[in-house]
């Protein structure tokens, strides 16, 4: 599932324009937001002052673009 598909800014407790995606883990009171942030640092910054983060389970996973990702526009280079 593509990135692409969700719009930027997503209502609730995430700062607008850094959520990338947000989605629901099936069958889990849980979700997932994929942040678009510069580093390490950044992303820190927003989770603390997320209003619930005292009472959040949180896991960070970074993420990198994949080679076969149509929704970048740009061609496969051979063998990838």
């Known amino acids: 599932m593509s990135a692409a598909a969700f719009p ?17 883990r ?6 997932i937001s994929v942040f678009d942030v510069a580093d390490n640092e950044a992303l820190h910054r927003i ?7 005292p009472y959040l389970t949180i896991e960070v996973t970074p993420l990198a673009q994949h080679s076969s990702d149509l929704a970048t526009g740009e061609p496969r280079a051979a063998g990838a």
């Not at 099936?26 to 979700?31: D, E, L, N, S, T």
């Not at 989770?47 to 983060?53: E, G, I, V």
Request: glycine share 10%.
């Open 26 to 31: 099936v069958g889990q009171y849980a979700k």
């Open 8 to 24: 930027r800014a997503a209502s609730g407790p995430e700062p607008r324009g850094l959520v990338e995606a947000l989605v629901r």
């Open 47 to 53: 989770l603390w002052n997320l209003p619930l983060f």
